[in-house]
């Protein structure tokens, strides 16, 4: 689908303030991160440290205070069918079949009605979804909702897929399957993923490398190469490897919460916070 | 078949019950059917359950038909005189007789005929000017900025009011008509269109701009379909007010039309004949809101499986 050359993202200094009347936030500072051709990159912090602005860059829907972010070597201008985007939220068209939202993005590409239904049910038919290209999407659960989302934004064979916490709405079940679905997807199509989450486990589970990004204002705290090989399976989440790696996370990232919320539990007054939550407990809040 | 077994009184007694137990009062089981008896039972009771829901629906509905009549029949019967007076009011018989007259000739068709071209012509405009209007106003700040406040002057201004500017405004009566049959439709239609475009959920605005729409095309691919079912709203509350507008229209100023027929059947002194243009009326805005209901029903399938939609 896609030449492994292309699909280079490059993140270089880039700072977000958020002005509401006088007040400004600094939102992210000084970010700099890479994503190769090809590459599985997620981005994890605390909620609130701008890793979700970062993403929005990528997808050209807000522009950044300073620095630059190029994909291929081009300055962002806007979005645009070169990049594909997963969201949090449901966003299939409820008005389009499952077939209509896949074919949606070639339509507009001007793409000929036949071809476009061509396309969109090899895609729906490699996704195993064919089944339900005459469905609407609030005929389906969640998790397929969110398949044909992925489907929808490969569609148009973009560089790179920019995804928001995509599997933030599902169970935790059809969140593992997900996971895995999303592997083989990504393997096949060969192309540059920023995976934005707050799930350690599936960050470690997905990616090549992984950005931990500071409480706010949002900063590269560490990067980590992932070390676990190819094709991930479910069992490999067992491993010590997989298992170190979540918690060498689980510490960064539990340092950045605690400093996050530093000024809030002061000002509650909530005392011996540290006793009563555990590192578990800690990572189920973020 | 299934009495063989075991006491075929008892099982066989509840799915015989609602259709063959008067014709056979001892159930035998000896008639087995092609059905298993459990297909046949669900059958009949499926069935039962449909006439015993309806049932209830019927007899409601006749009681609230049948209390209007009622009513009415008593009340001109014994001519009520308490604060109401019943003294002039047609029998329904006689109404029922100025129908069988009115509906051999011709006047009371081209009355219907003219109300309803108006009706369909200042509602075509209506939302051909109203919804890509709304849908505008809707999406760019700056466009509602220079529109909206020229609309909150103007919404508040009954239809009915604007008859006498109306027909010094438009070279003919019709024209005069169809406009504020227009207008009636035209507020409501295009506010519940703005409304349709501000509420819509910004996630399906984004998602059409990364797929590559251009501004043209998120128009008319997203953001239109994503208001349609407020749309709808507006044409469905747009229609009430325009037979309002229309008929006041017509008894002040028009030719033609159900609203003058009635206004001049009180003129005439033909009393009959005013209920039977009130039942017109009832019965032609009846009409075209079921006919919007459909037409909704029919462009927006989807809406059938949406949370808290239809089903």
């Known amino acids: ?286 | 078949m299934q009495t063989m077994t075991s006491s075929p009184t008892d099982h066989a007694s509840p799915m015989e019950t609602s259709e063959n137990a008067p014709s056979s009062p001892v159930p035998q089981g000896s008639t087995p059917q092609v059905a298993t008896p459990g297909m046949l039972w669900s059958l009949v009771e499926s069935a039962a359950d449909f006439v015993r829901r309806n049932t209830l629906k019927a007899v409601l509905s006749a009681i609230s038909v049948g209390g209007l009549f009622g009513v009415w029949y008593l009340g001109t019967k014994y001519q009520v005189d308490f604060y109401i007076r019943f003294r002039n009011i047609p029998t329904p018989w006689s109404v029922f007789e100025e129908a069988r007259t009115v509906l051999s000739g011709n006047a009371y068709y081209v009355n219907v005929i003219y109300s309803m071209r108006r009706i369909l012509m200042g509602f075509f405009f209506a939302i051909l000017i109203g919804a890509p209007l709304g849908l505008i106003i809707g999406q760019y700040r700056r466009v509602s900025e220079l529109f909206m406040p020229a609309i909150e002057i103007l919404r508040p201004i009954p239809a009915i009011a604007w008859v006498p500017m109306s027909i010094m405004l438009w070279p003919t009566s019709e024209a005069s008509i169809i406009f504020i049959t227009f207008l009636g439709a035209f507020f409501p239609v295009l506010l519940n269109t703005v409304h349709g475009v501000r509420s819509m959920d910004g996630v399906l605005l984004r998602a059409g701009k990364c797929l590559g729409a251009s501004e043209p095309a998120l128009l008319w691919h997203v953001i239109l379909p994503a208001a349609l079912p407020q749309i709808f709203t507006g044409l469905t509350v747009g229609m009430g007010v325009a037979w309002v507008s229309l008929i006041a229209a017509e008894m002040i100023s028009g030719q033609y039309g159900i609203g003058y027929y009635t206004w001049e059947a009180y003129s005439l002194v033909n009393y009959p004949a005013i209920v039977l243009g009130m039942i017109t009326i009832g019965f032609l805005g009846l009409l075209c809101s079921g006919a919007i209901r459909l037409i909704g029903v029919v462009t927006m399938p989807w809406l059938a499986f949406a949370p808290g939609g239809r089903k």
């Not at chain 1, 605390?46 to 300073?66: Q, R």
């Not at chain 1, 990004?213 to 490897?241: C, F, H, N, S, Y």
Request: proline fraction near 5%; glycine fraction near 10%.
């Open chain 1, 1 to 286: 689908m896609s030449e492994l050359e292309k699909g280079l993202i490059e993140a270089r200094d880039i700072g977000v303030i958020f002005k509401s009347g006088r007040t400004e936030v600094e939102a992210v500072q000084n970010v700099n991160l890479t994503v190769n051709p090809g590459e599985f990159v997620s981005l994890i912090g605390p909620s609130g440290c701008g890793k979700s602005s970062l993403l929005n860059i990528a997808a050209g829907f807000v522009k950044p205070t300073s620095g630059s972010l190029l994909v291929d070597g081009a300055q962002i201008t806007g979005p645009g069918s070169d990049r594909g985007v997963v969201f949090q939220q449901y966003s299939l068209f409820p008005w389009l079949s499952v077939r209509k939202n896949v074919e949606f993005g070639l339509r507009r590409a001007g793409m000929d009605r036949h071809k476009c239904e061509t396309t969109a049910r090899t895609l729906l038919g490699l996704a195993g979804l064919l089944a339900f290209e005459n469905h609407y999407p609030d005929q389906l659960s969640g998790g397929m909702k969110q398949r044909i989302g992925i489907v929808r934004a490969l569609a148009t064979s973009p560089q790179v897929l920019l995804m928001d916490e995509p599997f933030g709405a599902l169970d935790t079940q059809t969140r593992t399957v997900m996971q895995e679905i999303l592997t083989n997807m990504w393997q096949r199509f060969r192309i540059s993923v920023l995976f934005i989450t707050h799930d350690i486990d599936e960050s470690v589970f997905l990616s090549d490398r992984i950005y931990v990004m500071t409480a706010r204002p949002g900063r590269i705290k560490a990067e980590i190469t992932v070390p676990l090989p190819r094709p991930r399976t479910a069992a490999m989440t067992q491993t010590p490897e997989f298992v170190d790696l979540v918690n060498r996370l689980k510490t960064l990232i539990r340092e950045e919460s605690l400093s996050a919320m530093g000024s809030e539990l002061k000002t509650g007054g909530v005392t011996g916070f540290e006793m009563e939550v555990g590192p578990e407990g800690i990572g189920k809040i973020m």
